[in-house]
């Protein structure tokens, strides 16, 4: 799990690096929406552009929101990069024998989940709810930023392309190790849990609708998939569970799962962490069921 998982690791810090290094907080600005609806759906949109999964996305999530990125905007491209990128949406097709259908469903109701989450978060935390190390960085983000602004406007001289590229690495390196911790306890805690929690018992379980979209909630985060590989795992329970039941598995693991889960509370505090995991699950069963109900 670890060796697939840093892979998609260092693709998310390395491109981290990148904004940190050639992205502006005044160009970030200009072409943000102020309106946090069109915002939150340009942060739905922007994850098409990003081929990351869900170990790889929270620090790309991170320092967009150094740079001024809303709060709603982040969660929204958070929740979507790693289910409507090309590459997953590709496998999805591969995965359920060349079934647009399905590739449908998943990216229409990951975007539906991950837009009602966003704006729902935007009216409940108008603040950014770091944790402490991370407001005192974005604090003396902010005086920098603002001391810059009073001054003159000096013509800025062009750093050279191969210094850029080292403070592109040396970002990485810091993001790298801030994350990888949690991924590697994240990675610990899900093959326990694999191991001493059989799947059948889960299934069991799965009576009804409901049920078995809570079923599937619970066996996604317990087994902790990489985005780009869990479509061919949901696609061998075809014959067990419903379209909507497999719908919440697509769309929740990617969003939620044991690794994430605790790189999220290295970023934001603990109770933001459990709004947001209880938000997701709501519209994850809303959408499942409604998927259940038109297409079986």
């Not at 930023?145 to 590229?165: C, D, F």
């Not at 078995?212 to 061998?236: K, Y």
């Amino acid at each position: 799990m670890i060796m697939e998982a840093i892979p998609f690791i260092l693709l998310g810090v390395i491109v981290s690096g990148l904004i940190q290094t050639f992205l502006s907080e005044r160009w970030i600005a200009r072409v943000m929406p102020r309106n946090r609806f069109a915002a939150s759906l340009l942060g739905c949109g922007v994850g098409l552009l990003f081929p990351a999964c869900e170990c790889g996305i929270v620090p790309i999530t991170r320092r967009l929101l150094r740079k001024g990125v809303p709060l709603h905007a982040g969660i929204a491209f958070m929740l979507t990069g790693p289910i409507i990128n090309p590459v997953v949406l590709f496998a999805t097709y591969i995965a359920f024998g060349n079934d647009w259908r399905m590739v449908l469903v998943r990216g229409g109701a990951a975007v539906v989940v991950a837009y009602a989450t966003a704006i729902i978060l935007s009216y409940l935390y108008p603040k950014l709810p770091m944790r402490l190390r991370e407001d005192a960085e974005l604090g003396t983000a902010a005086l920098e930023t603002a001391a810059a602004s009073e001054q003159p406007t000096i013509p800025r001289v062009s750093m050279p392309m191969y210094r850029r590229l080292y403070d592109v690495m040396l970002h990485a390196i810091d993001e790298f190790f801030s994350v990888g911790k949690y991924l590697v306890l994240g990675a610990f805690i899900a093959a326990s849990m694999q191991t001493f929690i059989p799947t059948s018992s889960l299934m069991k379980l799965g009576g009804n609708p409901v049920a078995a979209s809570l079923v599937m909630i619970c066996l996604a985060f317990v087994m902790s998939l990489c985005s780009e590989a869990d479509a061919f795992i949901a696609s061998s329970f075809r014959s067990t569970f419903s379209v909507g039941a497999l719908s919440a598995f697509l769309v929740f693991g990617p969003m939620i799962d044991i690794k994430n889960t605790l790189m999220l509370l290295g970023v934001f505090r603990g109770r933001f962490v459990l709004v947001l995991i209880g938000l997701i699950v709501v519209c994850t069963l809303g959408v499942s069921l409604l998927v259940g109900r038109l297409l079986g």
